[in-house]
C-alpha cells in the first residue's frame, strides 16, 4: 500500500512540474517486488500523473485571457481545426501521450485551449501514458534477458 500511495505522490509531483522524472520515476517501478504490486503501482502513477497533468490542461483553458489579435485569431483557427478534424486531435492526443512527440505537457495546454472535451483528455492521456510507463518498466527485465 505504500508504494501505491508513494507512486501516485510521484505521479501528481511529475504531472504538475515541468520536468521529466515521470520516466526515471517509471523505471524505478520495475524495482518493486512482484508483478501484480509492480503494475498497481504503475497504475497509480499514472493517474496521479494524468491529474498532474489535467493542472496544465486547465491552464489551457484560460486562453479567453489572451487579447492580443494575431494570437487571438491563431487561437481561434486551431479551435475551428479541432473541431472538424476530432479524431486527428485524439491521435496526436495520444501519440504525445505515448511517445512524447509533440511534448506531452505542450499537448495538455493546447488540449485546454481548444476545449478538447476533459473526460476525452483524461482517457487518451491515461491510455497513452500507461502503455509508456509500463514500456519503460519493462526495460531492465527485457536487458537481462539479453
Same mark, same amino acid.
Given at each position: 500500500?505504500t508504494? =501505491?500511495?508513494?507512486?501516485?505522490?510521484?505521479?501528481?509531483?511529475?504531472? #504538475?512540474l515541468?520536468i =521529466?522524472f =515521470?520516466?526515471?520515476?517509471?523505471?524505478? =517501478?520495475?524495482a518493486?517486488?512482484?508483478?501484480?504490486l509492480?503494475?498497481?503501482?504503475l497504475?497509480v502513477? &499514472?493517474?496521479?500523473h494524468?491529474?498532474?497533468?489535467?493542472?496544465?490542461?486547465?491552464?489551457? &483553458?484560460?486562453? !479567453?485571457r489572451?487579447?492580443?489579435?494575431? #494570437?487571438?485569431?491563431?487561437l481561434?483557427?486551431?479551435?475551428?481545426?479541432?473541431k472538424?478534424?476530432?479524431a486527428?486531435?485524439?491521435?496526436? #492526443?495520444?501519440?504525445? !501521450?505515448t511517445?512524447s512527440?509533440?511534448?506531452?505537457?505542450l499537448t495538455?495546454?493546447?488540449?485546454?485551449?481548444?476545449?478538447?472535451p476533459?473526460?476525452?483528455?483524461v482517457?487518451? !492521456?491515461?491510455?497513452?501514458?500507461?502503455?509508456?510507463?509500463?514500456a519503460?518498466?519493462a526495460?531492465?527485465?527485457l536487458?537481462?534477458?539479453?
Amino acid at each position: 500500500m505504500t508504494e =501505491a500511495v508513494a507512486g501516485f505522490i510521484a505521479g501528481v509531483t511529475s504531472g #504538475l512540474l515541468p520536468i =521529466a522524472f =515521470a520516466e526515471a520515476t517509471a523505471l524505478a =517501478a520495475a524495482a518493486v517486488p512482484g508483478v501484480s504490486l509492480r503494475a498497481i503501482v504503475l497504475v497509480v502513477f &499514472t493517474i496521479g500523473h494524468v491529474a498532474g497533468k489535467s493542472a496544465w490542461y486547465f491552464l489551457g &483553458t484560460q486562453e !479567453a485571457r489572451i487579447t492580443h489579435p494575431g #494570437l487571438r485569431r491563431r487561437l481561434d483557427q486551431a479551435r475551428l481545426v479541432v473541431k472538424s478534424h476530432p479524431a486527428a486531435s485524439i491521435s496526436v #492526443l495520444l501519440a504525445s !501521450a505515448t511517445i512524447s512527440t509533440p511534448p506531452f505537457q505542450l499537448t495538455a495546454i493546447a488540449a485546454g485551449i481548444v476545449r478538447a472535451p476533459l473526460g476525452t483528455f483524461v482517457i487518451t !492521456a491515461f491510455i497513452g501514458r500507461l502503455v509508456r510507463f509500463s514500456a519503460i518498466a519493462a526495460v531492465p527485465s527485457l536487458i537481462g534477458r539479453l
